[in-house]
């Protein structure tokens, strides 16, 4: 007898009263409430999101996005002919991005919704890597060794490197530059380069790339050798910052070279998880080869993404946040998060011990801020301890080494987001100092290994 009386209670049933299997599916059914609270206990073992400034995706949700999202939980994006009200609602998000955006025509532009930036950063860079080869075969040139030029970027595109066999040639970081100069960007590229994508919110200290300046140094390439490459801006970050926080940056459309933009609408578009965008300026720039139409949905249905079925719900969040909040209210939520952000550095700064890398500030990346040892810090502790350390309290503030010619560098970063309150962060600071004081009394036999730290959540 495996059946549960309604009236017993949850922890006094029979099906509470065994270890759940775990790898092997049972022969019998149990009692839903049961199994439900029993995965729910679980599940408590997870970290704590809220807590989390590990991540730059959004973890506080309202309860209208929550509703919202439960009335949505059987609409299928791709299926445009069945939902076509939920077609239409992704088509006004692409408008509105694209005037965020500044695309000088949005007659001209195109793009759509993805799972994330790393489907939107996939398709951009296809798209730069057809209109390369389409170039190169027009003009009877060899298409067998193409490279991508890059800063220190998300593994991502790393992943599209690989996945498509192209070089990547990652611009090294420098002892004192953290990203791509335009200096150093120009050496690595060549007539087989597809494109250079330059970030705006690098995810290893959270600094924009400045655009405007490899754009430029773009502009004097070809100039000089006839050769033009496309810039496809990966605005995972930044392309829901600047627009509210920073307009006056000159990072998207309005840079004739920007060719594509990607962005995380689950990150700073405040959307739940599994939201991403890209825009091409012009219809043109997509080739018309990466367009599938298939017709088994009823309609001519043209597809472009990776994905085919996928959940709608975050697309209408995301709408349903851009006209609740509008520009006003995006903008008052991330600048509140850019005046905690600096509290952060300075309450950093006061311990004597760190020595900030970057303090959030709206003119110059994301909320967030990074930070490293003092060079003569007389401590016994690393900060892959202390990111340890903190996670005691549930805290999750991950220490990191940079990538290529950076890598003796170790720091901790913590973003700054929708929901990370001032008093959140004061509350962790309070944690940070205890466990500094911690420290000072007890001495460490062993330091934690890179390895055994906390992941490094992208
Ligand atoms: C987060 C991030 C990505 C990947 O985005 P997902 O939305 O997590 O797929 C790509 N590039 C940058 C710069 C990012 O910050």
Redesign the pocket.
Known sequence: MNKDSKYESIFSSRDSDVELPKYKMPEKESAPRVIKELIRDELFLDGNARQNLAT??QTYLSDEVHELMDISISKNMIDKDEYPQTAEIEERCVSMVAQLWNAPDRSRSVGTST?????A?MLGGLAMYRRWRAKRKAAGKDVSRPNIVTGP??V?WHKFAAYWDIELREVPMERDAFYMTPENMVKYIDENTIGVVA?F???FTGKYEPIKALSDALDAYEKKTGISVDLHV?A??GGFLAPFCAPHILWDFRLPRVKSISA?G??FGLAPLGC?WILWRDAADLPEDLIFHVNYLGGNMSVFQLNFSRPAGQIIAQYYLFLRLGREGYKKIHMNCYKTASYLAKELEKTGLFEVVYDGNPEEGIPAVTWKLRDNAKINFTLYDLADRLRARGWQVPAYSLPARAEDTVVQRALIRHGVSRDLVSLLMQDMNRCIDYFKTHEIVSHVTPEEGTAFA?
């Not at 799972?115 to 489907?119: D, F, I, K, M, Y």
Request: glycine share 14%.
């Open positions: 730059f995706c799972v994330g930036s790393s489907e950063c970027v998300q991502c970030t919110g690098l995810t990966d995972a970050s995380s689950h990150k991403g992208h």
